[in-house]
């Protein structure tokens, strides 16, 4: 079903919204809580909470971008799973080894949203993302957004592990640059 149909139906409180939208986003959704989670009952609990989350926010919000929508709001309910899950602990692979990964590039001291104003950081990777090819910016996308695998990334661009672990390694290092380069860093 059309992203605007299935808005239509939330706007209009009907309850086949939900359904409209688990059968349209639901495999979507899922995906991306469980590779943060790596757990079938918990992140059909993130998926639940975010279709919750959308039917209590749709109306008054209307989305334009309704999947990169979905995928903000389960990716938050699957790290507060996470969270709750680990008691608030670090600690977790599932999250927190792609997390490393990108704030090392960003962040030479403990808490980067100490260090910097998060509206610019993501104004700058917006931008930064909008330099690199299709690949790369997918490559960096699948690991950091979306919390892909290296194994699983590398499935998907026909490419080695050690080549997409090059890659993200490279790509770190060039963010970091540029994060210099715009007084970020």
């Known amino acids: 079903m059309q992203d605007g149909k299935i808005i239509g139906l939330f706007e209009s409180r009907d309850e086949s919204a939900i359904a409209a939208l688990k059968e349209t986003y639901g495999k979507y ?12 009952h918990d992140s059909e609990e993130a998926l639940d909470d975010a279709m919750l989350k959308v039917w209590n926010a749709i109306p008054p919000n209307r989305p334009a971008d309704l999947r990169s929508w979905l995928a903000k709001l389960t990716r938050r309910g699957a790290i507060d799973i996470l969270r709750k899950r680990s008691g608030g602990k670090r600690g977790n692979p599932g999250l927190d080894v792609p997390l490393d990964e990108f704030f090392t590039a960003v962040s030479d001291f403990g808490n980067p949203e100490e260090e910097l104003d998060l509206k610019e950081l993501g104004e700058a990777l917006n931008s930064w993302l909008g330099t690199l090819s299709e690949e790369r910016r997918s490559i960096f996308v699948m690991r950091y957004f979306y919390s ?9 661009v026909r490419r080695s592990e050690a080549n997409v672990k090059t890659l993200l390694c490279r790509l770190r290092g060039n963010l970091k640059d540029y994060l210099v380069k715009r007084s970020l860093f």
């Open 29 to 40: 959704m899922f995906k991306i809580a469980y590779n943060i989670l790596d757990d079938i």
């Open 148 to 156: 892909d695998s290296i194994a699983e990334i590398a499935r998907c």
